[in-house]
């Protein structure tokens, strides 16, 4: 089974700094995927990153970049110059890759509060 | 726009009626997600959709709920018997590759009284 333990419910950060959001995953499957999502108060969950288990390197998007430490199975999302559109629910999940179980498994996702 | 879209928006309903949401992928994903998420909560997998293929069910999936897409192209939910545990957001995703990102839609708010 796979799990998915977002330690923080709430997060403050000043505008343009940065912010890590914290992520640690248990799985027992050799091969699978990191995805960071983002929940504004409209409730669509918008795709921010992706990070394979396999990569070599840590995936950037923008102003986000992934923390990933697969020893310690974790992969924190740092936002980098926050801006109060950042202000939202941010969720991170998992899926295995390969096979025949397709489902994306979420974390109880962070509060980002982003403060002018 | 031709991202997800979902119908109705929100939806308050009796104890013990019936509900049916309705999502439209975006048009070249053949693959199709439901996730139910309770506040506090992330999304929790419900069902998922391989062109009209239904290839996994959770079993937060009881019997009274039921998932269709007959053309492999839009997709419904349907809940029977409603209950307040029912009472959630409803979300619907859709990708291309079968372990890429999904694309979720705006989500039908179900309120049971």
């Known amino acids: 089974a796979q799990k998915i333990t977002q330690t923080q419910p709430g997060m403050f950060v000043q505008e343009k700094e940065a912010v890590t959001l914290d992520c640690t995953y248990d799985t027992s499957d050799p091969s699978y995927g990191l995805f960071w999502y983002k929940q504004p108060s409209s409730g669509e969950m918008i795709f921010l990153i992706y990070?394979?288990?396999?990569?070599?390197q840590n995936a950037t998007e923008g102003r986000y970049s992934l923390n990933f430490q697969k020893a310690r199975k974790s992969a924190n999302l740092v936002i980098s110059a926050s801006q109060l559109g950042d202000s939202a629910m941010y969720f991170c999940?998992?899926?295995?890759?390969?096979?025949?179980?397709?489902?994306?498994?979420f974390g109880k996702g962070t509060l980002l509060t982003v403060n002018p | 726009d031709t991202g997800v879209s979902q119908d109705p928006r929100h939806k308050i309903t009796k104890r013990g009626q019936n509900v049916t949401f309705r999502c439209d992928p975006i048009?070249?994903?053949?693959?199709l997600y439901w996730y139910r998420q309770t506040l506090g909560q992330g999304p929790e997998f419900l069902t998922y959709?391989?062109?009209?293929?239904?290839?996994?069910k959770s079993r937060l999936l009881s019997d009274r709920f039921s998932a269709e897409r007959p053309k492999g192209s839009f997709s419904t939910l349907e809940i029977q018997r409603t209950e307040q545990g029912d009472s959630a957001m409803y979300l619907c995703?859709?990708?291309?590759?079968?372990?890429?990102?999904?694309?979720f839609g705006e989500g039908s708010r179900l309120t049971v009284l």
């Open positions: 999940a998992m899926r295995r890759s390969g096979g025949s179980n397709y489902k994306l498994t």
């Open positions: 048009s070249e994903h053949n693959r």
């Open positions: 959709f391989q062109n009209e293929a239904q290839l996994e």
């Open positions: 995703a859709s990708s291309e590759t079968p372990f890429g990102e999904l694309f």
């Open positions: 990070q394979g288990s396999y990569d070599q």
